[in-house]
C-alpha cells in the first residue's frame, strides 16, 4: 500500500495510524538485525505519535496529508530528544534539543517518525558501509550494499520497515543508494529544502531529499519537507512546490538531452558499466516513444565534477567538523590539556574515511593550496553552470544514468577510497551546479539488480523533472526478478 | 590631549597601529535571537547556533549590518558588497572551532579618522564579526598556564562586534590615546554601541614598531592585547617601543609576535607563540550569502547621520575663544547641546563653556537645561553671583535641588548682591560725576535711555567689580530719574 | 613552519609529502600513526592526482560560484527568540560545572 493509499485510509478512518506503525514495526522487529537500516528504532515515540494521530481523525480535525504514513530519518538530521549520531562515535548518545527544520514538517504533515536511519559516518561515502554501527545491506540481495550515504534510509523503504523516508545528498547520497535498492531519490535544487538541523558535511551541497516506491509519493514528501525557511540563510524564499497536481501531464512536446560525458559516450566518464547504459539508452527511446525529443548533448566540464566535488565536499568538511572536539557534546577522552583533549577525542572518534576527508579538506584550504584547489574547484563550478546553463536553452531535461553499476558487493570497494568515490561520477555535476535531480528505477542489470536512470534539470525545474519521472515510471519494464 | 609626554630617543620614531574591537548595541547576537547583553549567569543566553550544535546555521541580524554601515560611514569609510568567512583553529571558547568574520572582502575600507588636533589616522578597513565565549580559568590564581581546569561560557559567543583596524600612521603616544577617545565619541554619537573599554565593550590592540626617525620604513611589529584602559593604553605603547629601541641599540631585532599587556607589572610579556598561527584557512562561509547594500541605504544612513564631534567641536569653537581642550572635554562629555542651547539664550560663550569643562565634570547633570545655565551664566555676568557661589549653585542644579532653578537655589543660600544703600551711594555718585549722561538718561528717547542704562550698570559694574546686582541698578536709576 | 606550499598556478603540484601530512593531521587536530601518515600520503597522493585536470584548466577570467543560485542580503529583524534551557543544554556536556562546561587546563596562547 502506497503513502498515500495509507495516509488517506487513516485520515478517513478506516485504518488506525496506531496499526499501522505496529505492522511496520514488527516487520523492522522481524528483519532489521539483517539489514540494520536503523541506528534507532522509536517504537515507543511512534505509538505515541500515532495515537495522536488517530486522535486527531476521532476528533474531525485534519491530520495533514501524510497522516499516519510511517517515515524513516537519516540519522544526521536533529529530532529532539532522539540520539542523533551520523553513524560516528564522536556523536554516540548526543540527544540534541531542537528539531531539524524536515522533521518538523514531516511532523506537522501527520507522518510519523519510525527510527533514525544508519548512513555512512558524517555522509561520507557511497555504500554504507563506513558506518560506526556497522554496515547496512541491501534488502534485495543482502550481499550487496544499499549504496550510500543514505543507505539506511533506502533500505528502510525497499524492506518496507517505512513508506518514505528522508536522506541527504551531498554528490550522491540519495540517488544511488534509490538507484542500487530500486526506489525513486530526489536531489531538489539547493535551498528549496531547509538545510537547519542538518548536520553539515558540504554546506554548499547538502541538499535533503525524499526516498519513496513511486514517484507521486516522491512528490508528495517534497511538497511537505520544502518551502522557505527563514532559519536557513541559503533556503529560496519561495513557497513549496506544487508537484502531485502535475504528474499526469505527460512529456508530449518536452525536450530532453542524453548527456553524452555521463552516459557512455566518448570523451565521457569511463567505468559505466554496459547494461546500465542499455537501460538509459531505452529509458530515453520510452520518452520520445511518449512523445518527448530526445537528442544528444554535451556538457564537456561535466567530467570535471569529480575533481571539483572532491576539493570542496572535503573543505567544507573539514571545517563543518571542527566543533568535534570534546567540549560541548559527544565523546570526550580525557587529556591533560584542553589542545590533547581535542585531539585524542577527534583521533578516537572519527572513522578513517571522515579522517581522510578532513585532511584532504584541510589541506586543500591550507596557506598555499587555497588557489590551487578550493578556489579552482569553485571557478569549475562556475564553468559547469555556464555549459549547463547553454544546455538547457536547447533543452528541458536531461538524462544520464544514476550510478556506473548496480548495486556492488559488501566489502568490494573498501579497500582504495578512488574506486569507491567514482561512484558518484554521475550524480556530483547536479550538486556543483545545486540543479535538481531525481533517479527513476528503469530495469534491472544483468545481475538482475534494479538499475536507476536519473533526469536532471535547471534551478526550481522540480515540477518538469516530476512531470518526466512519471512518464519514465509509467514506460519502465516489470518488476526485476529480485523484487 | 597630553601636553608633555616621555618620548623616545630623537633618533627614535614610534610607529603604531590599532585594532579596537568594539561590541554593537543590538537586541540580539549576530547570527541568532539570543539576547545581546552581559549577565553574570553563565550560558542562559544560547541556542543551538551561538553554542554550535551540530545541524545548526547562521542567519544575519540586519541591525547589526546598519550598525556596522553605520560606524563605517562615519569613519569616512567606502561601503563594499562583502562576504563572511570562515577563520578556522581550535579554541573552546569559539563554539564552532571556526570564528564567522569578513577576510578579504570587508564591509567597510578605506576611511579616516581626524583627531581634535588634526591629525588624520587612515582607517583601513572596519568588518563585522562575531565574539567569542568566555574561558574562566581555575585553580593557579587564575592564571591561563597554571590553571587546572577551565570552565566555558558562551553567553558572549556572537555577540556582534566591529573590528576597526587603522593603517600605522599613529607617532605619539598622546595620538594613540586621542585616536581611541575620538572613536568613544563617535561611536557614542552614532550610538552603535556604548563603548566602555573597562567593561570590555571596546577592546584595544596595539601594533607597536618603531623605526629611525625620517624612515619610511615598516619594521618588525609586535601586536600588544589584554589593554583595558586608554591610561594602559599609553604605557602599553611606550613600554613596547622602549623595548624594541633598546632591542636594536643592543644589535638585536624584536620577533613578529603576540604580546600580552600586564598593567600590574608595567610590562608586555611574549604568549606561546602557536604553531598554527596563520594558517586560518580562510573561505567564504557557505551557510551565509553575500552582503550587497543598495545606494539607497548607504544614502539612507548617511542622510540619518548625526553631527559628529569633529563637526560639533568646529561649531563651538566658531563660537567662542577659549582654549581647544576646554572644547575638546565638553564635546567629549556630550555637554555640547547644553553649552549650545545655552548660548543661544544669549549667556557669554566663554563663560558657559568654562563653566560646563570647570563646574559640571559629573556623570548625571540631566538636570541642568540651557535655559537655566543661561539664566546662571547671565547673574554670574550681572554681578549677583560670585564665582565660588555659581560654582556651588551650578552643583546643585545638576543635583536637581529646587527645581533646577538658580534663582531659588541662590535665595535659598542666601546670595545676594551687595547691599542696595550701598548700591545708592555709588549710584548717586555716578550722577554726580556724569551729568550729561544722566539727564539723556532721564530725557532721552528710549534709545538714549537704554544707552545710558548700559553705561551706568557698566560703570557700577566696573567699581564693584561685576559685584551688583544688574537688576537692582536698573531699578535705583529709574526710581532715581523719576524721583 | 617547517613547511613552505608555494604553488605556481597551472603547474602540476608536487605530489603531497609526508611531512605535510603531518602539519595537516597537526592542524585538523588528528593524530596519526606512523602507518596512518604512510597511507594518507599516499591515498591523499592519489586523490590528488586525479584533481590534475582541473589544476590543467585555464580558469583566469572566471569568478568562482560558492552558492548555484545568486542571493543577496538574506537578514533577520534584530528580535529576540527564547534562549535554550541550560540544564538542558550542559546535560550533554561531557563535563560541567557551575552552570559551565568544564575543560582541561588550556595551555598556550589565546588567539
Redesign the interface.
Known amino acids: 500500500m502506497s503513502a498515500l493509499d495509507l495516509a488517506s485510509a487513516v485520515r478517513s478512518g478506516e485504518r488506525s495510524a496506531v496499526d499501522v506503525i505496529d505492522e511496520h514495526l514488527a516487520r523492522i522487529d522481524a528483519r532489521d538485525g539483517e539489514i540494520n537500516a536503523f541506528n534507532q528504532v522509536t517504537a515507543v515515540a511512534a505509538r505515541e505519535a500515532a495515537a495522536a494521530v488517530d486522535a486527531a481523525v476521532a476528533a474531525g480535525k485534519d491530520p495533514g496529508p501524510l497522516a499516519g504514513v510511517p517515515i524513516a530519518i537519516k540519522d544526521n538530521m536533529c529530532t529532539t530528544g532522539v540520539a542523533t549520531t551520523c553513524s560516528s562515535k564522536i556523536l554516540e548518545g548526543w540527544e540534541p534539543p531542537y528539531d531539524a527544520t524536515v522533521v518538523q514538517r514531516v511532523a506537522a504533515a501527520g507522518a510519523v517518525m519510525v527510527g533514525k536511519t544508519n548512513l555512512d559516518e558524517f555522509a561520507m561515502g557511497s555504500s554504507t558501509e563506513n558506518s560506526a554501527f556497522g554496515p547496512t545491506k541491501n534488502p534485495l540481495d543482502t550481499s550487496r550494499v544499499p549504496g550510500g550515504s543514505s543507505g539506511g534510509s533506502a533500505a528502510a523503504v525497499a524492506a518496507d520497515f517505512a513508506s518514505l523516508s528522508l536522506g541527504s545528498d551531498t554528490g550522491g547520497s540519495i540517488r544511488q543508494p534509490a538507484a542500487f535498492c530500486g526506489l525513486v531519490g530526489m536531489k531538489p535544487t539547493y535551498g528549496a529544502v531547509s538545510r537547519y538541523g542538518l548536520i553539515a558535511f558540504g554546506s554548499s551541497l547538502d541538499q535533503i531529499g525524499p526516498f519513496s516506491k513511486t514517484v507521486v509519493e516522491s512528490a508528495a514528501l517534497l511538497e511537505v519537507i520544502g518551502g522557505h525557511d527563514p532559519l536557513d540563510s541559503t533556503s529560496i524564499d519561495q513557497s513549496a512546490f506544487d508537484l502531485t497536481s502535475v504528474l499526469d501531464r505527460g512529456v508530449e512536446g518536452m525536450r530532453i538531452g542524453i548527456l553524452r560525458e555521463l552516459s557512455g559516450g566518448e570523451g565521457g566518464v569511463e567505468g559505466l558499466s554496459a547494461d546500465v547504459i542499455a537501460r538509459t539508452n531505452e529509458a530515453a527511446a520510452a520518452l520520445e516513444k511518449a512523445g518527448a525529443t530526445v537528442v544528444e548533448v554535451s556538457v564537456p566540464s561535466a567530467t570535471l565534477g569529480l575533481s571539483a566535488y572532491y576539493l570542496v565536499a572535503p573543505a567544507e568538511a573539514s571545517s563543518n567538523l571542527s566543533r568535534f572536539d570534546g567540549v560541548r557534546y559527544g565523546l570526550r577522552v580525557d587529556a591533560p590539556t584542553t589542545g590533547e583533549m581535542m585531539t585524542a577525542t577527534r583521533t578516537a572518534g572519527f572513522g578513517p574515511e571522515v579522517k581522510r576527508r578532513i585532511m584532504l579538506g584541510t589541506y586543500a584550504l591550507s596557506a598555499g593550496y587555497y588557489d590551487a584547489f578550493y578556489g579552482r574547484a569553485l571557478k569549475v563550478r562556475t564553468m559547469m553552470l555556464q555549459e549547463f546553463a547553454l544546455v538547457y536553452a536547447e533543452v528541458d531535461l536531461l538524462l544520464t544514468p544514476t550510478a556506473p553499476t548496480t548495486a556492488f558487493r559488501l566489502g568490494d570497494r573498501t579497500a582504495d577510497p578512488m574506486t569507491m568515490y567514482v561512484n558518484d561520477v554521475c550524480t556530483i555535476p547536479s550538486n556543483l551546479t545545486g540543479h535538481p535531480a531525481i533517479s527513476v528505477p528503469f530495469g534491472v542489470g544483468d545481475d538482475g539488480l534494479p538499475v536507476g536512470v536519473q533526469l536532471l534539470g535547471p534551478a526550481l525545474s522540480e515540477p518538469t523533472i516530476y512531470q518526466a519521472a512519471a512518464a519514465l515510471e509509467a514506460a519502465a519494464p516489470g518488476e526485476g526478478s529480485l523484487s | 590631549m597630553t601636553a608633555h609626554e616621555p618620548s623616545l630617543p630623537e633618533e627614535w620614531e614610534l610607529v603604531v597601529g590599532l585594532e579596537v574591537h568594539v561590541e554593537l548595541a543590538?537586541?540580539?547576537k549576530l547570527f541568532?535571537?539570543?539576547?545581546n547583553k552581559f549577565s553574570h549567569?553563565?550560558?542562559?543566553?544560547?541556542?543551538?547556533t551561538c553554542?554550535?550544535?551540530?545541524?545548526?546555521?547562521?542567519?544575519?541580524?540586519?541591525?547589526?549590518?546598519e550598525f556596522a554601515m553605520r560606524l563605517g560611514r562615519a569613519l569616512g569609510c567606502e561601503i563594499h558588497?562583502s562576504v563572511m568567512a570562515?577563520k578556522?583553529?581550535?579554541?573552546?571558547d569559539?563554539?564552532?572551532?571556526?570564528q564567522t568574520t569578513q577576510y578579504d572582502q570587508p564591509t567597510n575600507a578605506d576611511g579616516q579618522l581626524a583627531l581634535a588636533d588634526g591629525t588624520i589616522v587612515g582607517i583601513e578597513r572596519a568588518h563585522i564579526e562575531e565574539d567569542a565565549g568566555k574561558?574562566?580559568?581555575v585553580g593557579g590564581g587564575g592564571r591561563?598556564?597554571d590553571?587546572?581546569?577551565?570552565?566555558?561560557?558562551?553567553n558572549r559567543a556572537g555577540v556582534p562586534l566591529v573590528e576597526i583596524v587603522s593603517q600605522p600612521d599613529i607617532r605619539t603616544v598622546g595620538h594613540a590615546k586621542a585616536y581611541v577617545s575620538e572613536l568613544r565619541d563617535i561611536l557614542l554619537a552614532i550610538q552603535v554601541s556604548d563603548a566602555k573599554m573597562e567593561e570590555g565593550s571596546m577592546r584595544v590592540d596595539a601594533n607597536v614598531s618603531v623605526r629611525p626617525t625620517g624612515s619610511d620604513e615598516l619594521r618588525t611589529r609586535c601586536e600588544l592585547k589584554n589593554i583595558n584602559s586608554v591610561r594602559s593604553l599609553g604605557r602599553a605603547i611606550e613600554y613596547e617601543a622602549r623595548r624594541h629601541v633598546d632591542l636594536y641599540t643592543n644589535g638585536e631585532a624584536p620577533r613578529q609576535e603576540?604580546r600580552h599587556w600586564d598593567e600590574e607589572g608595567g610590562r608586555s610579556t611574549a604568549?606561546?607563540?602557536?604553531?598554527?598561527?596563520?594558517?586560518y584557512?580562510?573561505?567564504?562561509e557557505?551557510?551565509?550569502?553575500?552582503?550587497?547594500?543598495t545606494a539607497a541605504q548607504i544614502a539612507e544612513i548617511d542622510a540619518s547621520m548625526p553631527v559628529l564631534p569633529a563637526a560639533r567641536r568646529a561649531r563651538l569653537g566658531e563660537l567662542s575663544s577659549v582654549a581647544d581642550e576646554v572644547i575638546v572635554t565638553v564635546v567629549e562629555r556630550g555637554q555640547d547641546g547644553l553649552a549650545l542651547g545655552a548660548i543661544e539664550a544669549g549667556a557669554d560663550a566663554d563663560k558657559v563653556l568654562t563653566r560646563i569643562q570647570n563646574d559640571l565634570a559629573v556623570d548625571d547633570w540631566s538636570a541642568v537645561t540651557s535655559e537655566s545655565l543661561a539664566m546662571l551664566i547671565q547673574m554670574e555676568t550681572g554681578g549677583e553671583l560670585t564665582a565660588t557661589q555659581v560654582k556651588q549653585v551650578l552643583g546643585e542644579m545638576a543635583a536637581g535641588e529646587h527645581g533646577g532653578d538658580p534663582k531659588v537655589i541662590a535665595a535659598a543660600h542666601g546670595f545676594e548682591a551687595m547691599e542696595s544703600n550701598e548700591l545708592e551711594t555709588l549710584v548717586d555718585q555716578l550722577i554726580v560725576d556724569h551729568p550729561d549722561e544722566w539727564s539723556r538718561f532721564v530725557d532721552g528717547d528710549d534709545g538714549d535711555r537704554k544707552k545710558m542704562q548700559g553705561f551706568f550698570t557698566g560703570q557700577i559694574m566696573k567699581a564693584t567689580k561685576g559685584q551688583a546686582d544688574g537688576r537692582a541698578v536698573a531699578q535705583l536709576l529709574g526710581q532715581k530719574s523719576a524721583g | 613552519m617547517e613547511w613552505s606550499g608555494a604553488v605556481s598556478l597551472g603547474a602540476m603540484t608536487q605530489r603531497i609529502t609526508r611531512d605535510e601530512v603531518v602539519h595537516v593531521a597537526r592542524l585538523a587536530r588528528l593524530s596519526l600513526s606512523d602507518a596512518e601518515i604512510d597511507e594518507f600520503t599516499s591515498q591523499l597522493g592519489d586523490i590528488l592526482e586525479h584533481a590534475a585536470d582541473i589544476e590543467a584548466l585555464d580558469v583566469g577570467d572566471v569568478e568562482p560560484t560558492l552558492h548555484p543560485l545568486p542571493m543577496v542580503n538574506v537578514l533577520r529583524p534584530d528580535e529576540l527568540c527564547p534562549a535554550l534551557d541550560r540544564d538542558l543544554l550542559l546535560s550533554q556536556a561531557p563535563a560541567a560545572e557551575d552552570g559551565q562546561f568544564r575543560v582541561p587546563p588550556i595551555l598556550g596562547e589565546e588567539p
Open positions: 543590538t537586541k540580539t541568532c535571537g539570543c539576547e549567569i553563565p550560558n542562559t543566553l544560547t541556542c543551538p553554542v554550535g550544535l551540530p545541524g545548526s546555521l547562521p542567519v544575519m541580524n540586519e541591525k547589526a549590518v558588497p570562515r578556522n583553529y581550535f579554541y573552546p569559539m563554539a564552532k572551532d571556526f574561558t574562566t580559568h591561563i598556564n590553571a587546572t581546569y577551565s570552565l566555558v561560557d558562551y603576540t604568549g606561546r607563540s602557536k604553531e598554527d598561527a596563520d594558517d584557512r580562510y573561505f567564504q557557505p551557510d551565509l550569502v553575500p552582503l550587497s547594500p
